[in-house]
């Protein structure tokens, strides 16, 4: 995973940037074009075995074990890549249990810098909703989800803070502040984790996460 980004970079761009130079600056057109390679690969990856399995039904019926066998592994190879997406939204472990107070404070910080609907999907979920350029962001203390446009389609970043040891609040913020410095920065420093269809994550999200994913989800096809 990444490191998380860091605020005050001349231009609004994110220092962190510079040590991924290689990588193309995340846009709608890169957007766009990770959204048809991740689609390419599910279809690469599922379609011989629906041929394998329609191939030996065909011409030997008793092949029916091998052919489940074959369809259970083209229903199974999406669902492993959505649970990857999902496990961004999954909260980093920490070695020791912060005390209350720097994590009441934390979450006061937050509630600074974010509206009341966000402060109430928060309290319910754990995760912070953020309009942004490219989309509708759902922003967790390791990692953040962008629901495009429409809300049919969700881009899963794998990012995070250096200290273990933070607060909750304050892993959001960290993150929240760098996404509003430089979005498509954030984007091009964070690991994409799966690009695809926002159903698949959805089923392999914790409950609180499927409801903060629905909302964002409202909020796309509004956008």
């Given at each position: 995973m990444a490191a998380a980004p860091t605020r005050g970079a001349p231009g609004h761009l994110l220092p962190e940037?510079?040590?991924?130079?290689?990588?193309?600056?995340?846009?709608?057109?890169?957007?766009?074009q990770a959204e048809w390679l991740w689609g390419l690969t599910m279809v690469a990856h599922v379609v011989p075995f629906l041929v394998v399995a329609v191939v030996l039904m065909a011409f030997e019926p008793l092949a029916l074990p091998v052919s489940l066998v074959a369809l259970a592994h083209a229903w199974i190879i999406p669902e492993l890549y959505a649970q990857r997406g999902a496990n961004v939204m999954r909260p980093p472990?920490?070695?020791?249990?912060?005390?209350?107070?720097?994590?009441?404070?934390?979450?006061?910080?937050?509630?600074?810098?974010?509206?009341?609907?966000?402060?109430?999907?928060?309290?319910?979920?754990?995760?912070?909703?953020?309009?942004?350029?490219?989309?509708?962001?759902?922003?967790?203390?390791a990692g953040a989800l962008l629901v495009r446009a429409g809300g049919r389609r969700v881009h899963c970043w794998c990012v995070r803070v250096d200290d273990p040891d933070l607060p909750a609040?304050?892993?959001?913020?960290?993150?929240?502040?760098?996404?509003?410095?430089?979005?498509?920065?954030?984007?091009?420093?964070?690991?994409?984790?799966?690009?695809?269809?926002?159903?698949?994550?959805?089923?392999?999200?914790?409950?609180?996460?499927?409801?903060?994913?629905?909302?964002?989800?409202?909020?796309a096809r509004g956008a």
């Open positions: 940037a510079d040590a991924v130079a290689w990588r193309r600056r995340v846009d709608e057109g890169e957007l766009r472990r920490r070695r020791t249990q912060a005390p209350a107070e720097p994590e009441r404070v934390a979450l006061g910080l937050l509630g600074d810098l974010v509206g009341h609907d966000a402060r109430e999907l928060h309290a319910r979920t754990g995760l912070v909703v953020e309009h942004g350029r490219l989309g509708v962001w759902l922003v967790g203390q609040g304050d892993r959001i913020a960290h993150l929240l502040l760098a996404l509003r410095l430089d979005e498509q920065g954030f984007a091009t420093v964070a690991n994409r984790a799966f690009a695809g269809a926002r159903w698949r994550v959805r089923r392999r999200l914790d409950p609180s996460a499927r409801l903060a994913l629905d909302h964002a989800g409202r909020l």
